[in-house]
């Protein structure tokens, strides 16, 4: 039977996906890291769910092959 699921990435854009995902979960939480012993204000903290929105939508792309 078929899923209904659809591929359209090739493995190796798959890789590329997930690499640049954790890539950049990583650097988002060295930056919320920074923020928080550098002593900015929590305002600051909310650009944060920037890359970690896009470093999960990449990882999140790897995993569900789209």
Known sequence: MDSGAV???GPR???RRL???VVTL???????????LYG???W???GLSVPFWLGSL?????????
Request: avoid cysteine; glycine fraction near 12%; proline fraction near 0%.
């Open 40 to 42: 900015l204000d929590r």
């Open 19 to 21: 690499t640049m995902g």
């Open 44 to 46: 600051w903290r909310l």
């Open 13 to 15: 854009e798959r890789r």
């Open 26 to 36: 990583v650097v988002g939480a060295f930056l919320g890291l920074a923020m928080v």
């Open 7 to 9: 591929v359209n990435i």
């Open 58 to 66: 990449g990882v999140h792309q790897a995993r569900e092959k789209t």
